[in-house]
């Protein structure tokens, strides 16, 4: 019988957090699923993916809470033992009124930094040792396309995204060769968090989005956890690269 590897997702309950935690139990992972306050949805997932063949830990934590981290990350060494994948989704938004920069809240802002980029860092220190006794372990991280080019979504959004981008390039330098680190950067994505971000605009702006979109839609976020686990169990000689997924708008236009 085949060893199940192991994987640590965090902002694992919703959206591409669950497709990420879904695919990977498909691929023969058992998966630690960190959520910040969704335990309601968190449960759902790990229902599902244990339907799938995976072992689940279920884990309550702040990302930008240091202390909390590495307690989260010691929880998991005890109960799996050496990681081999690592996927840093969990993140934040803040709200402002677009091209309003007095619109903003700076304490938004450091929270949106505090868990977008600080988190990804924190969860990928803490996590290396275990990385290290894992089996081609590699760690990828979500971005944005609103971190590579300007668009509507929260100026602290985009720049938190921008963030991810570099540190993705830098750790990727830095954990060389032992770990490789990549990033996606999803395009508008279907569901809950664009319709949060664009309001009772959403239908028209997404409907205008895939229909300048060479593949005719827009992301979803079953296509962005496709790439990830691609990313993290092929793709060997891949690392410190951001995959843009937006079924080819940002290269037509």
């Excluded at 957090?17 to 879904?22: E, I, N, P, T």
Aim: aromatic share 6%; with cysteine; hydrophobic share 45%.
């Amino acid at each position: 019988m085949t060893q199940r590897r192991h994987a640590l997702v965090t902002g694992g309950a919703t959206g591409i957090g669950r497709s990420a935690v879904l695919a990977l139990a498909r691929a023969g992972f058992d998966i630690a699923i960190v959520y910040g306050s969704s335990a309601k949805a968190a449960q759902a997932v790990a229902g599902e993916a244990e339907s799938l063949g995976a072992r689940t830990l279920l884990l309550q934590c702040d990302v930008s809470d240091d202390a909390a981290v590495r307690r989260t990350l010691a929880e998991i060494g005890e109960v799996f033992g050496p990681l081999d994948a690592l996927v840093n989704n969990a993140g934040t938004t803040a709200t402002w009124k677009v091209k309003d920069l007095e619109s903003l809240d700076m304490a938004e802002w450091d929270r949106t930094f505090a868990v977008n980029v600080r988190g990804t860092f924190q969860v990928s220190r803490a996590a290396v040792p275990l990385l290290r006794k894992g089996t081609n372990p590699a760690i990828v991280n979500t971005a944005s396309i609103v971190g590579l080019r300007p668009g509507p979504q929260p100026l602290p959004y985009a720049a938190s995204k921008a963030a991810v981008v570099n540190l993705t390039k830098t750790l990727a330098w830095n954990l060389g060769p032992e770990i490789r680190v990549n990033a996606v950067a999803p395009g508008w994505m279907e569901g809950e968090w664009m319709e949060r971000m664009l309001g009772d605009r959403y239908d028209d702006l997404m409907g205008k989005r895939a229909k300048q979109t060479p593949l005719r839609r827009c992301v979803t976020a079953d296509d962005v956890a496709e790439v990830m686990v691609n990313l993290l169990t092929a793709n060997r000689f891949v690392t410190g690269e951001v995959v843009v997924i937006d079924g080819g708008f940002t290269a037509s236009t």
